[in-house]
Nanobody, 125 residues
Framework: QVQLVESGGGLVQAGGSLRLSCVASGRFFSSYGMGWFRQAPGKEREFVAA????????AYADSVKGRFTISRDNTENTVYLQMNGLKPEDTAHYYCSASQIDRGLMKLARGYDYWGQGTQVTVSS
């Protein structure tokens, strides 16, 4: 069982920045694909960004491309989401996810095996 713990959320003004962190338990983090998803009230969970085990493959949702950066530190069992140029529409609960197997589904929630509890990001206008 893998536990994921997110941190770094908060309240920020439009145009501001936040960095989310997700720490994973266990010895096999370096082999996991990792993703960030978000869910706003009344909306479905949506893909934000993903990174494969080596960091060699990265994907972003069109809505965050150029503003958000995903990265990972396998020595620290941590994946990051640097969010710049935040907009009110980025307001959501952000979830970290881990995939033990590369299913080729890094942009889909069903491609992941484990989920954190999430961290709230609120962007004021």
């Amino acid at each position: 069982q893998v536990q994921l713990v997110e941190s770094g959320g908060g309240l920020v003004q439009a145009g501001g920045s936040l960095r989310l962190s997700c720490v994973a338990s266990g010895r096999f983090f370096s082999s996991y694909g990792m993703g960030w998803f978000r869910q706003a009230p009344g909306k479905e969970r949506e893909f934000v960004a993903a990174i494969n085990w080596s960091g060699g493959t990265i994907a972003y949702a069109d809505s965050v491309k150029g503003r958000f950066t995903i990265s990972r530190d396998n020595t620290e069992n941590t994946v990051y989401l640097q969010m710049n140029g935040l907009k009110p529409e980025d307001t959501a609960h952000y979830y970290c996810s881990a995939s033990q197997i590369d299913r080729g589904l890094m942009k889909l929630a069903r491609g992941y095996d484990y989920w954190g509890q999430g961290t709230q990001v609120t962007v004021s206008s």
